[in-house]
């Protein structure tokens, strides 16, 4: 396994040349103009809680909405949270699809070019990214990464270009078109085959509700799996479902250093 100073070193590297390239993506005046602000108010937290969960309804136990994160008003914090918890609730109903798919199945091809096998399902999903070639871990979180950073561009206020920031009245979840990048992409991230295209209004904010429902249920299924794994013994449900694991979930490449 590498040293930390061979794994500083290459990882390093792999930043660098990540960011000579991020030049290139950048909005072009050809892109669609900025939405028009949509800025929520508390009062608008109040209704939509209501209908996400009639019997809570709004529960903001720790005051976060009247923080005013970062020097933000209510309306920029608001922005904020929400797109926070759109954005984890989607990564936590793809962790729990692929925890439960590749407990089960995975690729029958090599992983990689000098024919490395894929971790099988005798492995566990925190043993099977344990397992993972240290450059396939990197290329993952590159990858990530690389979202995070092109989903928060977006065109200065009154620019003709890009989308409004969420936090300046644009719309929590929306994630930029690839329509800016340099080649052609042949589909979006968020809805690729347009099936939103047509809907109303109104069936949007409904499919909204649904969404952050299930992201929140994912968010408690995936830290359920996660604890049984880790603490044996604390999802009673999960017992003998889940094999245990002895790694560090929130230390990516525990696997690959050596301090």
């Known amino acids: 396994r590498p040293t930390l100073t061979e794994f500083t070193m290459k990882t390093a590297a792999i930043l660098a040349i990540t960011a000579t390239s991020a030049a290139a993506f950048t909005f072009s005046p050809s892109a669609s103009r900025a939405a028009p602000a949509l800025a929520a108010t508390k009062a608008d937290l109040q209704e939509e809680a209501a209908a996400l969960n ?20 209510e309306e920029r914090t608001i922005g904020w949270l929400k797109q926070s918890e759109i954005k984890h609730g989607r990564v936590a109903m793809a962790a729990f699809v692929g925890y439960c798919v590749q407990s089960n199945f995975v690729f029958p091809w090599p992983l990689t070019t000098g024919g490395v096998s894929m971790p099988g399902t005798d492995l566990s999903p925190p043993e099977q990214w344990d397992a993972l070639p240290f450059a396939s ?8 990464g690389f979202l995070e950073w092109y989903s928060e561009l977006s065109a200065d206020e009154g620019g003709n270009s890009g989308q409004l920031h969420y936090t300046k009245g644009g719309k929590p979840g929306a994630f930029p078109t690839f329509d800016a990048v340099p080649h052609k992409v042949p589909f979006n991230l968020y809805d690729p085959f347009n099936f939103t295209k047509n809907k109303t209004e109104e069936q949007k904010k409904r499919g909204l509700i649904a969404e952050t429902n299930n992201g929140r249920l994912a968010m408690l299924g995936i830290f359920g799996f996660l604890c049984e794994q880790t603490i044996p013994g604390s999802v009673p449900l999960l017992d003998g479902v889940v094999k245990p694991y002895t790694g560090e979930v929130m230390a990516p490449f525990s696997a690959d250093i050596v301090l």
């Open 54 to 73: 009639p019997l809570v309804k709004f529960w903001d136990p720790l005051g976060l909405v009247d923080t005013g994160l970062w020097g933000f008003d």
């Open 137 to 144: 871990k990197v290329q993952i979180i590159a990858f990530i």
